[in-house]
């Protein structure tokens, strides 16, 4: 699915990745965790194809294809979702309107004609009622005057309507309560088949008692400096990341 | 590539080819020379048979036009205009013995507004909305006549309306906008070619949009549209004009005079949706479109709203103004102007309160891009009589590319210590992180640019008819696509 090799990435001409190995396999969820400003979120927008960070060296293969030479909406359209760390607020355009112009867009992409508008409200009804968000936010303008919660479920909600090959959640769990935990936690198991992947990102152990990863990385300083199976997530959550990095 | 720069990219690859409605349409024309002279006013007046009481008031406004000074362009750079050089009357053969049906109109006439989506013939009218088509200087049709003809409705080109309702004409023609208001409205008043008339009377809803579909066609020619439209006690109209015109390489005048008079209790919404050719990317060509629009809410309770969506023209100069006689009314400005590659916009509103009680708001957005300039300039001025007077200014601009301008000229003047006067304005650049945001979800850089400028422009594109906004929406979008998007 995706494999990254020798990743230095710099902005600004701060390198703040700095020889970065992942590879993600279909079907696995791995956990990334991390001290702040180790690189996590450099590393999404990377991936998504943000503009202004400079690729200094590396790989990243997604599918078997160059992901770094596909514009960002290309890379959305081949499956690639990032759930926003700080979602964007776009006044003036209906949650609905927006994301059936992003599934239409996708549909466009792939040579298929646009979801008939029946099919649509259909899907974004089941879909927002297993995320527990009201028809009645879908009319408001996306994000805008939502709680910090509420725009993470409406991450969620955009991504299990887009249903992706490969989702990078990046905290996506702080700022829920407990039940819109469990909720979110339940919304991303159930898209979870063995033909798609994730990245999840977080602070937290207890995200990850939810969503059960295959592989826990810790990234310290732009490089991941420990892999392992769940057990590490514990570990980290007793030693804390400074004790981890030395025994790494 | 930053978003931004794609989109400046993008825009610059714009050339006049993208714009869709440039083709022009083979006719027979009949023009009389070039020149502005009392001949060419007597020409028209004689073409179009009008009574001696009109042709003695163009004549008039026209000793009126040689005495006034010329307007001072504040923020636009507009190349002295040579009146001599231009034709002022020019209309298709085949329509000058007033064809009585569909059937005697050339079928290229008829063509051409089926390529621009608007068809004529009965069977393909568009439902709920009664057309006027103007083709350079004349009405072609007017659809729906009989319907509204039966409500007391009267619909019909203003040539037709001088012959047909004089009393109507003589009363309110000049009444809003007065012939010495300005050079280019006495103008426009020795010279008017057509437009539409419009009588709702006492009582009466008007069921249908209505609306006037413009269309320069003729080399060189000027169209100098009248509009008068009157609401009269208690009755309701909703109106809306739309215009495109062929790319030329040299600019074409269209000096619009639109006057709206509203009696008690009565309301007129008025909709512009224009897109006159804006010219190529280096500012050849395109459409000089000044306009005088005004609205007397002369009754009590009475309103008047404008709302417009301005992309088109290389230079567009209109300021749709309200005057609030009547105690309790209400004036409304919602207005989009999108500016691209070399275009200027300056455009605004007055809004005039003379009436107690009355109050005004005005919603402005503005959007630059290419080395366009985009200005909003408005006046509100609240007289001593206007007790309890209000009035919220709201005007927000956005810029796309290093390149644009936006500016915002608010003039606020009270002499009435009981009212008040909000104004708030905003300037942003087109954010990359909304941007970054919408194409992470799939979209293409113009179709994210184009759905954060739809956003932007909300609270304007909602006051349109429904049948409308999805158009407007649609033309937001491809204007930002050479331009914006
Ligand atoms: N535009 C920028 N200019 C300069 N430095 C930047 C810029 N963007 C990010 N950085 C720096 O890069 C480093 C990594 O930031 P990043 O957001 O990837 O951290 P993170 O691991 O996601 O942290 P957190 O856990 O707090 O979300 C930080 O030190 C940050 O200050
Ligand atoms: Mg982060």
Partial sequence: MLEIKNLHVSIEEKKIIKGLDLSINKGEVHALMGPNGSGKSTLSYVLSGKDKYEINDGTIDYNGKNLLELDVDERANEGLFLAFQYPMEIPGVQTSFFLKTAINSKRKYLGQSEMDALEFAKLMKSKAEELNISTEMLKRDLNVNYSGGEKKKQEILQMSMLSPKMAILDETDSGLDIDALRIVSEGVNKLRNSENSFLVITHYQRLLNYIKPDFVHIIADGKIVKSGDYSLALELEEKGYEEISQTA | ???????????????????????????????????????????????????????????NAFKVFNKLPKPQWAKLNIPEIDYQDCYYYSIPKSLKDKPKSLDEIDPEILKTYEKLGIPLKEQKMLSGIAVDAVFDSVSVATTYKKQLSDLGIVFCSISEAVKTHPELVKKYLGSVIPVSDHSFAALNSAVFTDGSFIYIPEGVRCPVELSTYFRINAMNTGQFERTLIIADKDSYVSYLEGCTAPMRDENQLHAANVELVALDNAEIKYSTVQNWYPGDKEGKGGIYNFVTKRGACRGKNSKISWTQVETGSAITWKYPSCILQGDNSKGEFYSVAITNNMQQADTGTKMIHIGKNTSSKIISKGISAGKANNTYRGLVNILSKAKNARNFTQCDSLLIGNQCGAHTVPYIESSNSDSMVEHEATTSKINEDQLFYCQQRGLNSEDAVGLIVNGFCKEVLQHLPMEFAVEAQKLVAISLEGSVG
């Avoid at chain 2, 400046?8 to 009389?32: A, C, H, W």
């Avoid at chain 2, 001949?39 to 004689?46: G, Q, T, V, W, Y």
């Fill in chain 2, 1 to 59: 590539m930053a978003a931004t720069e794609q989109t400046i990219k993008q825009v610059n690859t714009l050339g006049s080819s993208d714009y869709k409605y440039g083709f022009s349409t083979e006719v027979d024309e009949i023009r009389p020379p070039k020149g502005l002279n009392e001949e060419i006013i007597k020409f028209i007046s004689a073409q179009k048979d009008e009574p001696e009481w009109m042709l003695e008031w163009r004549l």
